[in-house]
């Protein structure tokens, strides 16, 4: 048996191979131990200390293989794109896959390959899956995103509920539980409902001491984002409400000459974003304008500033956003811009895409009858949505219909796709076939099949646009034919540059009406009641914005921040008597404009500098050399 310290020269060991770190972070190390040692396990860590490694590595160390229930396949992609980079064994199961794709993933974990296996918290349940972990080896169970058990938050997912019973199959396997963002009563949850057995408990505090928070009333969001950006030439983030808006800024500062800022949203490429997020990743003074599409399981610790350009959704929301700052412990700030009448403008967007229960089943309905799906049915083909089309038939807002299909999705009663991917091309007919078709539908699948390998026996991903360079043929022309023939069923094709949809379960009216209902208001209410806490926090002058998120997250007796913008405010007075010499000392280098000095000053309130400058004029100790720079007399 290996002794204690060959036991902790192993785990570091480990951490430095693959982590190329060499100390642990906070309680990395003892989580890690708790988890080895068989323990269940609840951690409480906030973003960016590390949550992540608390279960990858022993996954490494521990015989067999790791579960991870995590409830988002975008996270699970690029958990598993990360472990692979590192050159660690680790695969996803998703409802993308095909019966064979999840065959060689089954097998490669029976032979004791892959270490780390991620699957969405639905899977629990699913047939194929409980007997094919039957013949699997598992090291234990670790839950990612545990605050989705509860419902009490707008990210609940009853599908966390199967961890349980799961567990029940498996009673010797230890099970640990992360979260990022829970309050007391979600963490209590969180322990009674996966019956967590005497767990190790490990809850760090959400202090940042690094992050200097700023929030600021302002009308002109452009103008204060173009002042930041001209001076802080730092890697940072500015979070963003919408795809137009991450559009519109990022245009509005090129043409202002800010030229090392590019924006990110779902509505890119795979292949785009990744670009992107890999330039960015690799830069020092990179910003992304981004909508909360982009964030989750990033690694990088040297984001000097997060900016949002529109309030979060929720506390948590937004904690987390901020956190993606200063990872390294360096000194970072974080923006929040907003004004009264946006503020307005979100209680009744929020308002309005939340459909009543006719609406709901109105937009469900038509997914059912548009596809011919009749009770009880699951047809297995995947289907092209098209958003107007909803619209056309329900007359309802194309907010109300994403809201819907995002549930449905979440919930994974449907897979839904509404990003730009590539296309999918199968052949339904047998290659003997082909020659007994007319002969303008055989000539073009031959054309198919000498540029695209493999549609014979599955389906293949492709491209309109290299098919279209390597035959000579326009893309619309390209899918009008394959559309034609799919209309005749020779083959099974999907337009990766539209929505599409596949049902996950069976068409049931009576839990549609019901449970699917109830389950959607109650998430719809929480999300409501999270905005109205976030609201509060945006407009409240009075209390440390620091403070204001500790006692949010259960942290009650913390001190003041001393930094944010509140606590500047209070403490003005006795900072005011120093500011002068501080921006004389400033101006005696060079001259500078108000937003130069607010960025020396670390960022320091733009109208406190101003009357301090005021005073300087008066006094003949500093001039103006033009309407906007200043200068010592």
């Known amino acids: 048996m290996i002794s204690a310290k060959d036991f902790q020269e192993l785990k570091n060991k480990t951490l430095k191979h693959f982590w190329g770190h060499d100390t642990f972070r906070d309680s990395q190390g003892d989580i890690i131990d708790s988890v080895i040692t068989g323990n269940d396990t609840l951690v409480l860590l906030p973003t960016g200390a590390g949550k992540s490694l608390c279960y990858q590595l022993p996954a490494l160390l521990r015989e067999g293989v790791c579960l991870v229930i995590s409830p988002l396949l975008a996270l699970m992609k690029d958990q598993v794109n990360q472990l692979k980079f590192r050159g660690i064994e680790a695969e996803y199961l ?109 809850q760090k505090s959400f202090k940042r001491d690094n992050i200097k928070i700023f929030s600021e009333e302002i009308s002109d969001k452009y103008q204060r984002i ?30 202002n000459k800010i030229t090392n800022v590019d924006y990110y949203h779902a509505g890119l490429t795979t292949k785009e974003k990744n670009e992107r997020q890999n330039f960015w990743n690799n830069s020092d003074q990179n910003v992304l304008i981004s909508t909360n599409a982009f964030g989750m399981g990033i690694d990088k610790d040297n984001v000097r500033f997060v900016i949002h350009f529109s309030p979060s959704q929720s506390i948590e929301n937004y904690y987390q956003e901020i956190g993606r700052a200063g990872r390294d412990g360096k000194k970072s700030f974080a923006f929040m811009l907003w004004d009264q009448q946006e503020i307005l403008n979100f209680d009744q967007i929020l308002r309005n895409q939340i459909p009543n229960k006719a609406e709901f089943l109105k937009i469900i309905s038509y997914l059912y009858s548009k596809f011919q799906v009749a009770e009880f049915e699951l047809p297995e083909k995947v289907f092209q949505l098209n958003i107007s089309g909803i619209q056309n038939f329900t007359k309802l807002s194309n907010a109300k219909i994403k809201n819907v299909l995002n549930f449905l999705h979440t919930q994974e009663i449907i897979y839904y796709n509404s990003n730009k991917s590539l296309s999918s091309l199968e052949l339904s007919i047998k290659a003997d076939e082909i020659d007994q078709i007319p002969q303008k539908d055989s000539y073009f699948i031959e054309l198919l099949l000498r540029t695209i390998s493999g549609i014979t026996t599955h389906k293949v991903m492709f491209s309109e646009q290299k098919v279209s360079d ?48 109830k389950l959607f208001e109650q998430i719809q209410k929480n999300k409501i009641q999270k905005w109205e806490e976030m609201k509060f926090y945006i407009e409240d002058s009075t209390h440390c914005k620091m403070k204001l998120i500790l006692s949010y997250f259960g942290e009650k007796n913390s001190k003041n921040c001393g930094q944010c913008t509140v606590c500047e405010k209070n403490k003005q007075s006795i900072f005011g008597k ?55 007399k």
């Not at 234990?140 to 029940?168: L, M, T």
């Not at 034919?481 to 379960?505: H, M, W």
């Open 578 to 632: 120093n500011m002068t010499s501080e921006i004389i000392n400033l101006l005696n280098k060079k001259p500078a404009t108000i937003e130069e000095l607010s960025i020396q000053l670390n960022f320091h309130a733009k109208e406190e500098i101003l009357e301090n400058l005021i005073l300087l004029l008066d006094s003949g100790k500093v001039k103006m050399l033009n309407f906007r720079t200043y200068a010592i």
């Open 226 to 255: 173009f002042n930041i950006l001209k001076y802080a030439k730092e890697s940072g983030i500015i979070y963003v409400r919408t795809r137009k808006d991450a559009e519109l800024l990022t245009e509005y500062l090129h043409r």
């Open 470 to 517: 390597k035959i000579g043929v326009s893309i619309h022309l390209i899918k009008e034919r394959l559309k034609e023939l799919q209309q005749k069923n020779y083959l099974e094709y999907i337009d990766g540059a539209l929505a599409s949809v596949k049902f996950l379960k069976a068409r049931d009216e009576r839990v549609t009406n019901s449970m699917y209902w």
């Open 94 to 202: 998703s409802s993308e896959l095909d019966d064979f794709d999840a065959e060689v993933i089954y097998n490669r974990c029976k032979d004791g390959l892959t270490k780390l296996l991620y699957v969405s918290p639905e899977r629990l349940t699913n047939f194929q899956f409980i007997q094919q972990m039957e013949e699997i080896q598992l090291s234990f169970i670790a839950v990612d995103e545990a605050h989705c058990i509860s419902e009490w938050g707008q990210d609940f997912r009853p599908s966390y509920q199967n961890i349980k019973d799961f567990r029940k199959r498996n009673p010797e396997i230890a099970c640990l539980a992360l979260t990022a963002t829970a309050t007391p009563k979600v963490l209590e949850e969180i322990k009674n409902k996966l019956e967590l057995k005497k767990p190790n408990v490990f």
